[in-house]
Every structure is written in C-alpha cells, then in structure tokens.
C-alpha cells in the first residue's frame, strides 16, 4: 500500500466516488451504511463479542458513523496508510474513533486485541505478493474467536469492472476473485472463509433487494464478502 496515492485523493474522494457509482442509482452512504449493516448481521448471527472493531484501510473515516449507529458501545479503530485520509477523518467524527497510521508495513496493535476487523474494498490497491503478509497481520491482532469480514469488489460483475476502470483513484486496482482471496486467507493461516454476494440490483430495482438473501451463492453480485473466525 502506498500512502502517496492515497493522501493525493483524499479530499477528493466523495465526490469521485459519487460521480463514479451514478450508475448505480444510490448514493455513496448507501454502499458505506449497507456493508456496515451486513457486517452487524454477521456478528449477531454468530453471538461474538465486538467491543474492539478494526476498520483495516478505513480512508477517510465513510464507515465510522454507521459502525457507531449498529455497535455504539464498541471501541473503533480506523487505521490506514494515508495520514491525509486519517486526518480528514478525525476532523470529520474526532470523538468516534481512534486513528491509526500504518507505517513501515506494520498495524501498530498488540497481539490478539481486537474482536472484530472490518476492511472494505482495500485489497485491491495492494498488491497481489502483499496479501498474504496483510492477511498474517490482520490475524495478529484478532482476539481467538473474533471475526474478520473482508468486502470486495467482484471481478465477474461487468457494472463493477466499468466502475473500478473508470474511477480515478482505482488506477492502479487490481481486482481479485472471491476464490482467490478465500484461497489467499487460508495460505496466511486462517480458516477457511465463507463467500457471499452482494448488491445485485441497482437503485431503480431496489423493490427486488428483499430477495438478494437468496442470492448470496450467485457469484454475479457487485460485491462479495469473506467470513472468518480466527
């Protein structure tokens, strides 16, 4: 990850994104309160602890009011390589987190003291000989039994790959698959992942968006996740 591409888009970031998920029919916060409300669902449905949660590549803060909406008596840690990012985002919600910068490929967090790691859409700017080393990292610091809930953009949906072409900041994205980040987690020591899709209907079907549960195995979604118990 190198910081340099991300403090040069930091402030630009919203409205790029904006601009770039028009298509879509939804407003970035859609996509930041949906994943948020997906990851609450998990946690509930395996009955673990979430005092601690870390936000793993958390930008410029897009996640920190609905992590506080649907866990508001957990602890939040936003960590990420762009000191420029962390900055708008204390400015942004200063009382809701604590910021932490990466730096010198280390998440500066003891062993085994977080129960839940959330990370949306960052694998992609890392590169691929990197990700087993991040995935290691990552479980460090997650408590035994905490939970690790990685979104993705997905490579087989065509709405998804114009979106990453076309959007400035994903210049240098390379797009994994479920399979292989699956196959990626299990190669840095953790279990193996559950896979799922999401997002299958843009705004102007969103009357059909009660039926995406059914829809989780169909590896078409714009995005997917990973779920895993440490």
């Known amino acids: 990850m190198e910081p340099e591409e991300f403090d040069k888009f930091a402030y630009e970031y919203h409205d790029a994104h904006k601009k770039n998920i028009a298509l879509s029919g939804e407003s970035p916060e859609y996509f930041h309160r949906y994943k948020i409300l997906e990851l609450s669902k998990i ?3 395996k009955g673990c602890s979430s ?3 870390l936000d793993f590549g958390s930008g410029i803060g897009n996640s920190i009011p609905y992590i506080k909406e649907f866990f508001p008596d957990s602890e939040l840690i936003c960590a990420d390589v762009s000191s420029k990012s962390l900055a708008l985002a204390k400015s942004r919600y200063s009382d809701d987190a604590k910021m932490l910068l990466i730096e010198n490929n280390h998440i500066e967090l003891p062993p085994s003291s977080c129960d839940v790691i959330f990370t949306a859409c960052v694998f992609h700017h890392i590169a691929e000989s990197q990700h087993i080393y991040w995935l290691q990292q990552l479980k460090r610091v997650i408590k035994p039994g905490g939970v690790c809930v990685l979104f993705e953009h997905n490579p087989l949906n065509p709405l998804t790959v114009h979106a990453v072409n076309t ?3 994903d210049v240098n994205a390379k797009l994994q698959r479920a399979s292989i980040m ?6 840095a020591g953790w279990h193996r992942p559950q896979i799922r899709y999401h997002v299958f209907f843009p705004g102007f079907l969103s009357f059909a968006r009660k039926y995406e549960r059914f829809l989780n195995g169909v590896p078409v979604g714009a995005q997917y996740s990973l779920t895993v118990t440490a």
Do not use: N
């Open 51 to 53: 005092k601690s949660i």
């Open 43 to 45: 946690i509930k449905k």
């Open 182 to 187: 699956q196959k990626r987690f299990v190669e």
């Open 167 to 169: 959007c400035p900041f």
